[in-house]
């Protein structure tokens, strides 16, 4: 009996909610997409919520939008519906039961009514003599008359699936080709918990065949467990879909897994969940470019492509089985990429957050504020992610008395000292009284002007100014500057830094 194998592609997307959208997750959530976009045929979402000692009930709100954020709207979900609802694996449970009665009327599982103390008791003991530790099927072996006994008395029980207990099983993974394993290498794992709940490997299958799912994407952890569902799809007597375990992603040092939280490396902090990459202020198209090329290739020679380039040549043969560390530093470099490539309204758009959530302005005032038209595009090229930004224009945002010139030689122009430099700020402060309009161009002129009238370098000039009106060492160009803040607000400024020089 099959259900699939014609007609289109059916991949799915199954986190389970205990937590947010790690990396690892995001990915194979993008490479179902990509399948499902190039195919032309179904990315579903299914939740699969079944431990419900590990459930954490906002963590389904933040893996859609995690999901969302990446541009990875799926075709059928908890949210949506679909021809196949529900999509949530509790809302889900008799039909699970109803399989595990099948299997154990077909003889494929039975009951099992150890206690926790005796499986205790086993493993320690399996542990005392150095044998692999597993459940010893006790259960399996128990005569009817003593199972119909402890029915009736009312103990609780699991079902467990019976492996077959010689024998080889042989599955395909689509990377990998075929792996063979010796059943004896196998236990008989729960499949449904005594809560009446199934376990991942009954739920999982279940809903796989039943939802038509044509290719199973999943992390390379569940290799070990594959052998498992091959058995307990052959016990159903269904056609496995095609299996592709995806490659682990290791941490930048290359050695271990990453880790489901920030870690610092070598002095830099790298980032793990979905939210942390959008709240760090990378672009989601920069994102989606960067992931794609995390265990598949677009092409060696070209780094930078667009979401319809990769539809088109997206392929899971491609994929490569072997884990890879994720090159942070090109994410960086590709975001800078996308972020000058955005015209500047979309930039504001995308900065707008940010800046009102580290400037603690809002986002309807910084929306008509003229100064972030001025200084947006001068600082389009200097950052490499949105919560950069606001480094560059916090000075703009604070009043005259608050800029601090902690640094003396902020207001000292280069090769000057400083009563030359109190005597160019005069100098300047005179021009930008006068130069009309007031704008970054001829202000450039004016004090260019200036500057070769009094023999002074240019740099050496414009330096105190640049001291003076931000406070800091590293600011947007200048003259944008000057003109973003205006000519009453310049000149402020200005009076401060001489009562500072003066003083
Ligand atoms: N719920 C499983 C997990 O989060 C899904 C694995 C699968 O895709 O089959 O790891």
Known sequence: MTQHGEGAVRVRFAPSPTGHLHLGGLRTALFDWLWARKTEGQFILRIEDTDRKRYDADSVTSLMQGLRWLGLEWDEGPDIGGPYASYVQTERREIYQKYAQKLIDRGHA???????????????EQRRNKRPTGYDRHCRR??????????????????RFAVPEAGVTVFTDLLRGDIQVDNRQLRDEVLLKADGLPTYHLAA???????????ILRGEEWLATAPLHKLIYDAFGWEMPV????????????KGKM??????????????????????????????????????????DQEVFGREEAIERFCLEDINP????????????????????????????????????????????????RKLDILIPVIQERIKRLDEAAEWLDWAYLDADEISYSDPKLLIGRKLNAAQSIEILRVGASLLEEVDPFAAETIHQAFRQKAEALGVKAGGFFGPFRGAI?????????FESIEALGRQETLRRIERALRELEG
């Open 110 to 124: 039975y009951r099992c009514y150890c206690t926790s103390e005796r499986l205790e008791a086993m493993r320690a």
């Open 470 to 478: 931000t406070g800091k060492k590293v600011s947007p160009p200048l």
């Open 243 to 254: 299996l592709v375990h995806l490659p682990v992603i290791l941490d930048p040092s290359g």
């Open 259 to 300: 880790s489901k939280r920030k870690r610092t490396v070598a002095g830099k902090e790298y980032l793990a969940l979905a939210h942390e990459f959008r709240d760090a202020g990378y672009l989601p198209d920069a994102m989606f470019n960067f992931l794609v090329n995390v265990g598949w290739n677009f092409d060696p």
């Open 322 to 369: 072997s884990a890879a560390a994720l090159p942070y530093e090109k994410l960086d470099w590709l975001n800078s990429l996308y972020i000058r490539a955005l015209p500047a309204s979309e930039l504001k758009k995308a900065l707008l957050p940010f800046l009102s959530r580290q400037l603690q302005l809002s986002e309807d005032e910084l929306e008509t504020d």
């Open 142 to 159: 128990l005569a009817d008359a003593m199972r119909t006994r402890r029915e009736a008395e009312g103990i609780p029980s699991v079902v």
């Open 205 to 215: 299958m279940v809903d796989d065949f039943l939802m038509n799912i044509t290719h």
